[in-house]
T-cell receptor
Framework: AQKVTQAQTEISVVEKEDVTLDCVYE???????LFWYKQPPSGELVFLIR????DEQNEISGRYSWNFQKSTSSFNFTITASQVVDSAVYFC?????WGGGADGLTFGKGTHLIIQP | DAGVTQSPTHLIKTRGQQVTLRCSPK?????VSWYQQALGQGPQFIFQ???????QRGNFPDRFSGHQFPNYSSELNVNALLLGDSALYLC?????????????FGPGTRLLVL
């Protein structure tokens, strides 16, 4: 069975600080996808990034960066120079592949990120 | 390009009633997945529809059922509502055949069962 663990329930930092959100996953499949989604107070899940199991290259997008390490089954998310607008609940998710596409997502419990001005 | 849409946005029902939620996928997508998100929790996968059939199902009772129409839109039906069914119901769409597909979510339907 697959599982996603986000051990940090809530993180509070002051604006402009860097912050890292941790994600650890478990899966028996060799082909899988990892995701990060952002959920602002409005409730809609906003897609941030997808990583395939065979691509361990880290990625940077503006102030956001992701560190994927298969050796430790982790997919961590770092926000550099945080801003108040980054305040939201962030979810890490895992999906296995059935050959034609991706299965339903398994989500972690989420990390509530609070950026104080 | 229209994203995933869901209706209604909010719904109030009483225990024992039945409810139908609707979802229209993002343009070009053919697969619809449904999730239930209780307050303070991560979304839980209910089921996924592809080619008008339920392709995969999570750990939800048979009271939860669905349908996918030829235009790829989908419905989620919940019978014999319980208080514990109160949650945000999220629909996500994706496309089979693309090697790196992503599920895009709609705004959700907030269901309150009294």
């Amino acid at each position: 069975a697959q599982k996603v663990t986000q051990a940090q329930t809530e993180i509070s930092v002051v604006e402009k600080e860097d912050v890292t959100l941790d994600c650890v996953y478990e899966t028996r499949d060799t082909t899988y996808y990892l995701f990060w989604y952002k959920q602002p107070p409005s409730g809609e899940l906003v897609f941030l990034i997808r990583r395939n199991s065979f691509d361990e290259q880290n990625e940077i997008s503006g102030r956001y960066s992701w560190n994927f390490q298969k050796s430790t089954s982790s997919f961590n998310f770092t926000i550099t120079a945080s801003q108040v607008v980054d305040s939201a609940v962030y979810f890490c998710a895992l999906s296995e592949n059935w050959g034609g596409g991706a299965d339903g997502l398994t989500f972690g419990k989420g990390t509530h990120l609070i950026i104080q001005p | 390009d229209a994203g995933v849409t869901q209706s209604p946005t909010h719904l109030i029902k009483t225990r024992g009633q039945q409810v139908t939620l609707r979802c229209s996928p993002k343009s070009g997508h053919d697969t619809v997945s449904w999730y239930q998100q209780a307050l303070g929790q991560g979304p839980q996968f209910i089921f996924q529809y592809y080619e008008e059939e339920e392709r995969q199902r999570g750990n939800f009772p048979d009271r939860f059922s669905g349908h996918q129409f030829p235009n790829y839109s989908s419905e989620l039906n919940v019978n014999a509502l319980l208080l514990g069914d109160s949650a945000l119901y999220l629909c996500a769409s994706s496309s089979v055949g693309q090697t790196q597909e992503t599920q895009y979510f709609g705004p959700g339907t907030r269901l309150l069962v009294l």
